[in-house]
């Protein structure tokens, strides 16, 4: 097999957009565009590959990087087998069905429960990009990191925490994977490796790049020799404008960290296009600027975004560095549930709809014998009933004790606020005076 991320393995490029159109003629643009319902942003022109730029005398980059867009490589035929040349087996495709609509009927759940007043402050969905968290977070280990935004709900569950704790969360109770402390932006769990949710954007990369630095540091540091973790950091289009986006760009490609940098590009920063809003819309290009493979891929289509991810998995095992991978995705839902969606217009909404992820997958497994409505329905059926467990386990908990409040709020365990007694240290009326005994 060719080498991770081979021109010659590409398909389906990203055309260059032209830098000097104004961004009303970019809105035109993108409106006739989804006239033709075979429209997506870099499906239509030929790869064209420049030579890179090498400095003279650089020791720096060992290897030529190249700006390339959608990887989907060929699948080389081993034998006559009908089979051979499909992208997965059926209990792939079964793992990937379940975990898509695992997180489509628990979003769908959330905007229920969230109306009925269960939960509460904003409530970010993600609907219509389950292709991307499935795609990705299933080819990875337990051991291996994720790092999320606001819209982590279907990332948490993507990586293993079961349906019951993150509802749990939403709900504010103490069962939840944060003890009813995070809520809906800020999962969080050790146990599956999940570094949390983070409400303002650019927030997490800095801390997924400390991830990644901290499995190099374990191999080449400590000799820890099976130590050969990846981190992947999921973020949106908006982000991309955002300095610590650049600045840890830079830290991975440097050190060569192990890393996945994950765009969810649906296009829209809360309210504001894509398009009007970044001076180049090819995001996947800032990654060959830092010296790491820039991605573009479809982002509803799983088996895409799958063989992509594992390129890009494989390539930060193996200790060859960073990826920036662009997925173009879309949004089924308003930004969160508070936003009645009013700016988007209705064909643009309507040709995503269309192309919806889940399904895709059911197409073309459909298509290739792989499974039967049957064994479909099925599934269905079962994360029906998970949904509804995990909103009854949530409703039936607990809600934290007021002596919880501070916790996890300083280095000691119990809390800065809490005196030994258990009582908040700020009724102690010497607390305030600066002569209580902290």
Known sequence: ???????????QPLPPLNSSVRSTDKNTLLSNHFKDSSFFLGSTHKLSLKKPFSPPHSQRRSKPVFAVSEVVQDKKLKNDSSLS???ITKEEGLELYEDMVL??????????????GKMFGFV???NGQEAVSTGFIKLLKKEDSVVSTYRDHVHALSKGVPARQVMSELF???TGCCRGQGGSMHMFSKEHNVLGGFAFIGEGIPVATGAAFTSKYKREVLKEADCDHVTMAFFGDGTCNNGQFFECLNMAALWKLPIIFVVENNLWAIGMSHLRATSDPEIWKKGPAFGMPGVHVDGMDVLKVREVAKEAVARARRGDGPTLVECETYRFRGHSL???????DPTEKNHYAARDPISALKKYMFENNLVNEAELKAIDKKIDELVEDAVEFA???PHPVRSQLL???FADPRGFGIGPDGRYRCEDPKFTEGTAHV
């Open 172 to 174: 504010g109770k103490t």
């Open 103 to 116: 997180g489509r009927a628990f979003e769908d759940m959330c905007a229920q429960m969230y109306y009925r």
């Open 85 to 87: 040349n499909l992208l």
């Open 338 to 344: 508070a936003d009645p969606d009013e700016l988007r």
């Open 124 to 126: 970010h969905l993600y």
């Open 1 to 11: 097999m060719a080498t991770s991320f081979s021109a010659t393995k590409l398909l």
């Open 395 to 397: 409703d039936e908990s």
């Open 407 to 409: 916790e996890n709020v």
